[in-house]
């Protein structure tokens, strides 16, 4: 005869079944079930249902395989669905609430060695039940993962194959701009002394002489910011070559400051040099660290409307030397002096977008050339005060 609890749970099934869908719909905890239809939601419980009804019957046979295949199913389509692992968790709790509830007025008329049995059969088959489920939610998922894993992976060399194209696209624009562009500057550069020439002689200044100078200036700085460009793509591409010698540090140093002495007596800035303590030759590559020293140097006078800027070499230890170079310029904002060695960043100031005659490479350029060479750079600035550009280098380049 069958069992009284496995013929209600069998009787009301669907009423169980309906009940749950409507409790778990209503339950803050599940908001993934929240926009399913009804049958994704009920998925297996039926089955579930079934196969608990069997256990509690002492004189059936329950397919035991058949209770954790609908778990294994159930586990797939939840993860599936999106559900979390709790959400999962609360569904069951909420399952067992149903079955017991349904089988409540029985089990008051129930001996208490009879309750005891049915839920602790119930019990185990949730466990189990609820165990497999999970089991094929993990799986499902990292299933996902490495698929999603897969897709990065291919996005990824996708991006890259883009990025490289790009920048080999910019680097040949690049060129291309260059060869028209030292053409204008050129002859601008010819037309404006000849000009000068006639004005010198006594003839009348033409009236556009003002504007060539600045067709002249800009098309130097479009020059520039060509060539940093390209020194940037060199240096990401893995092409930026050093050539290590044998480096006198002071003969390099005043030959930097000459070159922009004029620059300093046009802007009435005091220039000084401190190359006593400095290393009388180290190995290094000579043109790449006189292009470091020039571009702070530049900056250093660029940015600092007087007052002074003072360039210091020693040696501080028996493998590395440092050059410090400070100006009592505009200074950067502490929120500004992380980005600045960054392409394109460039600082602004009062009303202004962006600082005049910057391209926002030339500290980048700095900072990979510091890189390659072996050593690395601080800045240590204060708005209004000024800046210290620390380079500390290796007396001897370690080639690899």
């Known amino acids: 005869m069958m069992n009284q609890f496995t013929k209600i749970l069998r009787d009301k099934k669907a009423t169980i079944v309906e009940q749950w869908v409507a409790v778990v719909r209503g339950d803050e905890s599940i908001t993934t079930a929240d926009t399913l239809p009804y049958l994704a939601i009920r998925d297996t419980l039926p089955n579930i249902i079934d196969a608990i009804a069997s256990l509690l019957d002492s004189q059936e046979e329950c397919e035991e395989a058949e209770l954790l295949q609908s778990a294994l199913e159930h586990g797939y389509l939840r993860a599936q669905q999106g559900y979390e692992p ?41 466990a189990k039940v609820l165990g497999r489920c999970f089991r094929s939610y993990t799986e499902e998922r990292v299933r996902e993962l490495e698929e999603l894993q897969t897709q990065i992976h291919l996005t990824n060399q996708e991006l890259t194959r883009l990025v490289r194209s790009n920048k080999e696209n910019l680097v040949y624009l690049a060129h291309e701009l260059k060869t028209p562009l030292n053409s204008i500057i050129g002859y601008s550069d010819l037309f404006l002394r ?104 530049s900056n250093a006078l660029r940015y600092t409307d007087d007052g002074t800027v003072r360039i210091e070499c020693r040696i501080i230890s028996e493998q590395e030397w440092k050059i410090a170079i400070s100006d009592t310029g505009v200074g950067i904002d502490e929120k500004d002096q992380a980005e600045i060695f960054n392409p394109y960043f460039r600082v602004t100031r009062d009303n202004q977008t962006f600082l005049p005659n910057s391209t926002g490479l030339g500290l980048a350029i700095v900072s990979r050339l510091v890189k390659l060479l072996q050593g690395n750079i601080q800045v240590f600035s204060e708005v209004n005060v000024g800046s210290t550009f620390t380079v500390t280098l290796p007396l001897q380049i370690q080639s690899s």
Request: hydrophobic share 40%.
């Open 194 to 297: 000849q000009q000068r020439k006639q004005f010198n002689e006594g003839e009348n200044s033409p009236a556009n002489m003002e504007h060539i100078e600045k067709v002249l200036h800009s098309g130097r700085l479009l020059l520039q910011l060509i060539n940093n460009a390209l020194e940037i793509s060199r240096h990401e591409a893995g092409k930026m070559s050093l050539h290590f010698i044998e480096t006198p540090v002071k003969n390099l140093i005043f030959t930097t400051v000459e070159m922009l002495e004029p620059t300093a007596r046009e802007k009435q800035i005091k220039l000084e040099v401190d190359c006593d303590h400095a290393p009388e030759s180290i190995v290094t590559d000579p043109l790449r660290l006189q292009q470091v020293v020039t571009n702070l140097l």
């Open 86 to 126: 709790e959400e999962i968790a609360r569904e069951y709790g909420l399952a067992r609430e149903m079955m017991i509830s349904a089988m409540e007025e029985e089990l008051e008329r129930a001996k208490p060695q009879e309750i005891i049995r049915v839920f602790r059969l119930i019990d185990q088959a949730m």
